[in-house]
T-cell receptor, first 112, second 110 residues
């Protein structure tokens, strides 16, 4: 049971490039979330999904897009990367909204 | 808006000492969770504690929802306890969106 798997673990992008951060969970969880963590700060919610085909914005969605075509996968897309998007990105999932969330190990992203 | 505040922001302990970390939250926050972020950046779920008290080895947590606070107790601290401790709660919606505090950075010295 792998839990929540994020790829890649590290990535350096140039300003204006695009990329997709992958997140997969094998627990058949309904709810999935993307958070970002800036240095010395707590996590902030970017986007979330309550089930396949349903996504919605969180607190800091600008510059990102998501899709949820399957229960297992919840990719995060960065278009036109900017230095302000340098951060550590965490994906999480849970079966029900009032249950603990399980986190992946994070993707450390630098935009130069 | 929803507020989650943690104290102290930083804490330095000698190995073997005990400590208490505090999390204050607004009345619209439910379902408190405590996390430990280790020096490698991994987030470890310590407790899911909407109310009451739970214990797991040297760690225990108490949430008093009516008074809008939660406490994390670390007894006989070890160097492996070092890292950042976060509390987080859900808002009033049923979407499970977590609101995180700013964290308490703990350093345990040998």
């Amino acid at each position: 049971n792998a839990g929540v798997t994020q790829t890649p673990k590290f990535r350096i992008l140039k300003i204006g490039q695009s990329m997709t951060l992958q997140c997969t969970q094998d627990m058949n969880h309904n709810y999935m979330y993307w958070y970002r963590q800036d240095p010395g700060m707590g996590l902030k919610l970017i986007y979330y999904s309550v089930g396949a085909g349903i996504t919605d914005k969180g607190e800091v969605p600008n510059g990102y897009n998501v899709s949820r075509s399957t229960t297992e996968d919840f990719p995060l897309r960065l278009e036109l990367a900017a230095p302000s998007q340098t951060s550590v990105y965490f994906c999480a999932s849970t079966l029900y909204s009032n249950q603990p969330q399980h986190f992946g190990d994070g993707t450390r992203l630098s935009i130069l | 808006g929803i507020q989650v505040e943690q104290s102290p922001p930083d804490l330095i302990l000698q190995e073997g000492a005990n400590s208490t970390l505090r999390c204050n939250f607004s009345d619209s926050v439910n379902n408190l969770q405590w996390f430990h972020q280790n020096p490698w950046g991994q987030l470890i779920n310590l407790f899911y504690i909407p109310s009451g008290t739970k214990q797991n080895g040297r760690l225990s947590a108490t949430t008093v929802a009516t008074e809008r606070y939660s406490l994390l107790y670390i007894s006989s601290s070890q160097t492996t306890d070092s890292g950042v401790y976060f509390c987080a709660g859900h808002g009033s919606s049923n979407t499970g969106k977590l609101i995180f505090g700013q964290g308490t950075t703990l350093q345990v010295k040998p």
